[in-house]
């Protein structure tokens, strides 16, 4: 239960960053097309709505034209505008120059159109045969009570906000069935390394004691040489071990944070992985002042420093050298390997990503590394040089 | 005595700006006087006679031409060369008292004329 929880976190993490990604895009283009379709729809009820007054204000330009008639004729005798308290009027001339008019605001009026809303008034304009009293264009104009324009609104929000959810929902349902594939491989390869380990477990122990109990002075060079190389082996097998239950068990193991000296910690580490520096004729330099100390759980600092000083020897070429620097807040270690590039660095904490696949290893230990620091709000900050070597800064 | 000399060259403005409003206006009005001269010497003086009013004429030209440049333009066009086809009054009116002597004004007096004919009837401003 506990291997696939942790398997399981280390896959969503990767897999809600492509999720989120997939369905930002998803979203834009779902949001994309409801824009459009809710464009259409809004211009197509506008429309309706304009459609629908038309045939009203068509009937009152009439009335109005036919007042107007009246008026022309009788200009001598009567002077009064027709008007009609259903309705506001005006009269323009055929330069555009209004002649008279009731209308709220006569200034906006937009002469070449037949009919339109400002938002506040629906204005119909009837264009004259007979210019009586001079007014080539009647514009008849009523109140906008907005009522097609808050239905509108709210048949888009709710159909939009349903086809959007629908969308989404179906958006989240194919990234799951993208990402099936992926999630069985990973699930696979983390069901063999957790496999492997509970196997390692008993006979690296069995190597490692038993070395330590076979008397060395007694054997000839030639054995004492190939003893300390089985003795090296072991000690790698044990650290990619150690690794390995680290991430499959740290979630189920509580920590067990206290004071720990890390002064006294590093120089052990650096004891224990001087021998397998020999192999590669590594020498270690220290310069680690006493009595620093770290509120951590012990198990995962040693984990920490183990995993810079492996990769330190491993990323290392031979006869090199490794210098390892230790003050309050600041652990170094510096390496004189092969370094990297600038871009290959911010990828160096992902699961299972190898720098240099000729070097053995299943590129976890830096990501052990990343967990770790993250727990105790460390800083990792990484400097390397192609050809040069990798400076590693632990801050705390 | 600076604060009264100051004050006597402000009031010597105000005279001056009013002497040339006055002047303005007075030449605007002179302008109009006259064009009310022609117009009543050379329209009003021959359409007495006839028995439909100038006032009619005036809304056949603004129920055809609609604004007040195009009833000018029309106007001018007419009485500088009146033809039957151009002209809107009716036909029984034409045969009975002929179609209108073509103008003798120049350019300026017709524009005048025809200016206050607007002035007269035009509907602007009298509707309520």
């Known amino acids: ?396 | 005595m600076v604060g009264s000399g100051r004050r006597s060259l402000v009031v010597g403005r105000w005279i001056r700006a009013l002497t040339v409003g006055a002047l303005l206006l007075g030449s605007a009005q002179l302008l109009a006087d006259r064009g009310k001269n022609i117009y009543e010497r050379n329209c009003v003086a021959c359409h007495r006679k006839l028995p439909v009013a100038l006032d009619k004429f005036f809304f056949n030209y603004l129920l055809k031409y609609s604004s007040e440049r195009r009833v000018k333009e029309a106007l001018q066009r007419f009485l500088k060369h009146p033809t039957k086809k151009k002209a809107l009054a009716s036909e029984e009116l034409i045969n009975q008292y002929g179609l209108m002597p073509k103008t003798e004004l120049s350019d300026t007096e017709l524009r005048r004329a025809i200016d206050t004919y607007w002035e007269t009837y035009k509907v602007f401003g009298k509707i309520k």
């Open chain 1, 1 to 396: 239960m506990s291997a696939s929880n942790a398997t399981a976190t280390s896959i969503s993490h990767s897999e809600r960053r492509t999720l989120q990604r997939f369905l930002g895009l998803y979203a834009f283009l779902a949001l994309l097309i409801l824009i459009l379709g809710s464009t259409i729809y809004y211009k197509l009820q506008k429309d309706l709505m304009l459609q629908t007054k038309r045939l009203e204000l068509e009937e009152y330009s009439k009335e109005l034209i036919d007042g107007l008639k009246l008026l022309h004729i009788y200009f001598d005798r009567y002077r009064t505008y027709p008007r009609n308290p259903l309705y506001r009027s005006a009269i323009y001339d055929a330069d555009s120059v209004r002649i008279f008019s009731t209308l709220d605001d006569p200034e906006g009026v937009q002469l070449d159109k037949v009919i339109y809303t400002t938002g506040r008034v629906i204005q119909y304009i009837h264009v004259l045969d007979s210019y009586y009293l001079g007014a080539k264009y009647v514009v008849v104009e009523i109140d906008d009570d907005r009522k097609w324009f808050v239905q509108t609104w709210k048949n888009i929000l709710l159909y939009g906000g349903a086809l959007l959810a629908l969308f989404l929902t179906a958006g989240l349902v194919l990234v799951r069935l993208f990402l099936a594939p992926m999630r069985h491989a990973i699930r696979l390869l983390d069901r063999f390394i957790k496999d492997t380990t509970h196997e390692l477990n008993t006979p690296v122990n069995a190597i490692l004691t038993n070395i330590e109990m076979i008397d060395t002075e007694h054997l000839d060079e030639k054995t004492t040489k190939k003893i300390k190389r089985i003795e090296i082996g072991a000690r790698t097998i044990s650290n990619i071990y150690q690794d390995l239950t680290y991430l499959i068990l740290h979630h189920k193991i509580a920590s067990q944070n206290r004071e720990v000296d890390m002064s006294h910690l590093v120089q052990e580490r650096i004891d224990y992985f001087k021998i397998l520096g020999e192999s590669k004729k590594i020498e270690f330099e220290t310069d680690i002042q006493p009595g620093v100390k770290l509120y951590i759980d012990e198990g995962k600092a040693a984990r920490l420093v183990d995993n810079l000083l492996s990769n330190a020897i491993k990323y290392n070429r031979r006869g090199g050298e490794i210098f390892v620097r230790l003050r309050p807040g600041e652990l170094l270690v510096q390496d004189t390997g092969i370094g990297m590039d600038q871009s290959a660095i911010k990828d160096v904490f992902k699961r299972y990503k190898r720098f240099d696949t000729s070097v053995g290893g299943f590129g976890i230990g830096l990501n052990i590394v990343a967990m770790i620091a993250k727990e105790y709000n460390l800083h990792i900050d990484i400097r390397s040089k192609k050809e040069k070597g990798s400076e590693v800064y632990v801050r705390w």
